[in-house]
T-cell receptor, first 113, second 110 residues
């Protein structure tokens, strides 16, 4: 069974641009969560989607948004990029929400110059 | 506010010894607590889950304890190996979200 796939793995953007990251969950998993990881703050919860609905959102500004499609694939978007948005963005999937173990992808490394 | 605290200093131990990592939390009433391993540049990998009514859980060389009175979990790796070198994260559920500590870096030297 394929794991969680995130694309792109690496990307470089400049301040003010926007970026879209993609996540394909494990087949059969319908819940997708997104996390931002930085050396200073660690892993911080961004949002969770289940059945195309955002169930929970972390303490991030409105520049961070996401969505989930009917096939459970998810995208997150960051608009008006800031230097502080440089981070590893991780996607995780589970069969259903709040089922415990998260299956993480390898992440998308975003660098904002 | 809710906090999950793990030792920020790296833990260096000799191969064959037991590594013990600590996770303390405040303002959580978790139904369960999880431990993950993360290697540099990779996503976290699930290791163990322990529920609030469980005191201890084991998996091969790993052991986790969970004390809801002390609000603390201990994670043990027995007979540690250099391949165990990684960052270990604890995580607690809060509503629909799973919140993570910042992790403790473990280095096992031959």
């Amino acid at each position: 069974k394929a794991g969680v796939t995130q694309t792109p793995r690496y990307l470089i953007k400049t301040r003010g641009q926007q970026v879209t990251l993609s996540c394909s969950p494990i087949s059969g998993h319908r819940s997708v969560s997104w996390y931002q990881q930085t050396p200073g703050q660690g892993l911080q919860f961004l949002f969770e989607y289940f059945s195309e609905t955002q169930r929970n959102k972390g303490n991030f500004p409105g520049r961070f948004s996401g969505r989930q499609f009917s096939n459970s694939r998810s995208e997150m978007n960051v608009s008006t990029l800031e230097l502080g948005d440089s981070a590893l963005y991780l996607c995780a999937s589970t069969p259903t929400p709040s089922t415990g173990e998260l299956f993480f992808g390898e992440g998308s490394r975003l660098t904002v110059l | 506010s809710q906090k999950i605290e793990q030792n920020s200093e790296a833990l260096n131990i000799q191969e064959g010894k037991t590594a013990t990592l600590t996770c303390n939390y405040t303002n959580y009433s978790p139904a369960y607590l999880q431990w993950y391993r993360q290697d540099p540049g990779r996503g976290p990998v699930f290791l163990l889950l322990i529920r609030e009514n469980e005191k201890e859980k084991r998996k091969e060389r790993l052991k986790v304890t969970f004390d809801t009175t002390l609000k603390q979990s201990l994670f043990h790796i027995t007979a540690s190996q250099p391949a165990d070198s990684a960052t270990y994260l604890c995580a607690l559920n809060s509503g629909y979200a799973l919140n993570f500590g910042k992790g403790t870096s473990l280095l096992v030297t031959p």
